[in-house]
């Protein structure tokens, strides 16, 4: 089929231009693939497009959250410092669709409203807002797994005076709370990264805690030409490494239980990560974080005792440390100076955890025990309706008029978390099951994209239309994701990981809990044995 980016009849429909779908575009077109890529968003960038509240960074070091599939732009490209902020990642990926071209492609400012498949034809209908219909024979989805902004529907928010933000929908031209009384609502990743840059220029500014969380300093810093150099010297290595690391980082595995060691190594063990800081503190210290409570008390423990050390207001302090929850169960945050900022005078912050949030009122928020708090404005750092949110707002149907909604009402069903029983060539690119909210998403990502591709060449090769994973195979699938966390504290705790951060959704475990390279492994054995598990006609 000619190529055209205006085509309604393509090979493949991909939606999402960020990380996913950008490479998905790139692979496709480079097997000749007719394709067009839809995204809401004015420009490429997916979540680093949409989250651009002050103080958002990657968590991920730059030198590993990015792609490797190309060494020219791996070499052309230089990242500024260790955790870059999110501007320095949209330029990035802007940098990257520019190089290859894949702008033309993408249809911007366009969301995709529904997706029906034709089992008679073997295609998908995929409908968007801007009133456009296009016949694809695979539909995929690169849509992320934090990319439905969720918002707790507090009883008075329409009468609420301020302004409200929510950090994954940042007005682009930024926000002045000079002078402001600021209350931000969550104290995940987003409300950690923003707490410390929104206190510097409010007024005041109360962070509203329902549940105490475990950060850890990130200790960003530039980096030198030097040691840029240093890592693109190791880049082999370090991709060993990345490839051998059940989270897809370039870290040393650990090798101890937290409970093998004596009380002081131990401590100099954390001592040594929590300087060096970011997520080898949590991945490499110990084996058994979060499969042995006593080991996560060892971890749990420093921590508080580094939170005391640092804040100096005791009250605050106590707060910040009412935990309820293991270290390891929730993402672990990672922060830049998150507990020193509890140290200005201007900087509250109040437990709503047994004392919920009862009102919003022109003024401000008033809780469940009475105590009232004036505002001018609130900042919503309460998440997103995580991984399955974004696939299932596409409003999806396949065989027999079967709704996806309907399919996983009880929970996502996913066969290698890449594709679901009755919806025939639907892929999934870091969909529910497959280990990527558990791993550095580029590794998961350019997996996935290869791993599609391929599946799509055997179909061209062996004649098939479609490719359907089984009922059955799916259904062990399903029982393997649940039991291969049964056991660990993971299933303990109420967290986005667990599906359990919204009201209303089942609370099942959305991730495979093993890691990468098992998971590898194991598609990589489905492609070759002519993908079992899958019907293909
Ligand atoms: O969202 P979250 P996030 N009343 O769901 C609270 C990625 N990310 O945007 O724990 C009061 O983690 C909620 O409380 P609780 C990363 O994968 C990456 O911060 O449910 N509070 C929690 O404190 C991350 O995990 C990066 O009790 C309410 C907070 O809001 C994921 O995105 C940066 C509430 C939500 O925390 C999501 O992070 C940022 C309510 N009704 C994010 N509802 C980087 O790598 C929710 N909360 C840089």
Redesign the pocket.
Known sequence: MAYSSRATEVDAVVIGAGFSGLYMLHRLREQGYSTRVFDAAKGVGG?WYW?RYPG?????ESHYYCYSFSDEIRNEWKWSCR?PA?PEILDYLNFVADRLDLKKDIDFNTRVTAGTYDESLHHWTIETDTGESVRAKFLITAVG??SAP???N?PGLDTFAGKVYH??LWPHEGVDFTGKRVGL?????????STPMIAQQADHLTV????A?YSVPARNHALTDEMRREQNEKFAELRALTLNSPIGMPFELPEKSALELSSEERTAMLDKLWDKGGFRFMFTSFTDIVTDPAANEVVAGYIEDKIRSTVNDPAKADVLCEFNHAVGT??P??DTEYYETFNRDNVSIVS??KN??REVTADGLTLENGDHHELDAIV?????D?VTGSILKLNLTGRNGQTLADKWKDGPRAYLGLASEGFPNLFMITGPQSPA?LVNFPVCIEKHVDWVIDAMEHMKRTGAVEMEATAQDEAAWVEKISADVEGTLMTST???YMNS???GKPKVFTAYFPGMPSYSEIIDEVAANGYPGFNLR
């Open positions: 979540t989250n958002a960074r990657c968590d991920s955790y999110q797994n934090t969720a918002r707790p507090l950090t994954a609502i969550g104290t995940g990743s987003s409300g950690i990264q509203f805690q329902r549940t969380n929730k993402r945050p990672i709503i955890r919920p949030i919503f750092a309460t998440g997103f995580t909210i109420d967290s986005w951060n919204i009201p």
